[in-house]
């Protein structure tokens, strides 16, 4: 904990502002998720050191309305059909990679986003519902000069690769927080 601390820039009047304006848009977002469907939310301290770029990840349950013969699979299968969409498994089980559509920003914020990925995963047992974790990168100024463009493409896709690293090391637990067996193990 102590070394966490000490990797934390000290405050400047910019990163300030950063935080006041990511703390109003987290209590937007609290305040408009109306079912309480948000499980988790985190991001990043500010812009990553060196950079303008910041990223955060938002997990949701997502009740689910599953018609007569249709199963989670059928929903996932047309959320694979999207363009730039992977099919992945994550703990083991079914989940779907789609890029998301930004919409724009506020007129009075300055971010831009970078990339917005949504992940959409099966839970084992609970056909009612599915964890769908969104995965966004942000740049704090609206532009850069193209010559900065390619560093900025390179520390998203860095960022898109932490994502997806973090991804593979879900597993699912029961109530008592027993890592639950794979479907492999208990087949034998």
Known sequence: ????????????????????????????????????????????????????????????????????????????L?????????????????????????????VDRSARVLSSTGAFIEVPGHADFIIAIVFTVVSEHPEVLEELRHAERHVNEALFTLFRALLATFRWADADGRVLPSPEDIRG
Do not use: C, K
Request: aromatic share 4%; hydrophobic share 45%; charged share 20%.
């Open 1 to 76: 904990m102590e070394r966490t601390l000490e990797a934390v820039p000290a405050p400047t009047q910019a990163s300030d502002s950063w935080r006041a304006e990511v703390g109003t848009l987290f209590e937007e977002a609290r305040a408009a998720d109306h079912t309480q469907s948000v499980l988790d939310s985190y991001m990043t301290a500010g812009p990553l050191p060196g950079t303008s770029v910041a990223a955060s990840m938002t997990i949701s349950r997502v009740s689910m309305t599953v018609a007569d013969g249709h199963s989670t699979s059928d929903i996932f």
């Open 78 to 106: 047309a959320r694979s059909s999207a363009p730039g969409a992977e099919v992945i498994e994550v703990a083991r089980t079914a989940a779907v990679l789609v890029p998301l559509e930004s919409a724009a920003p506020p």
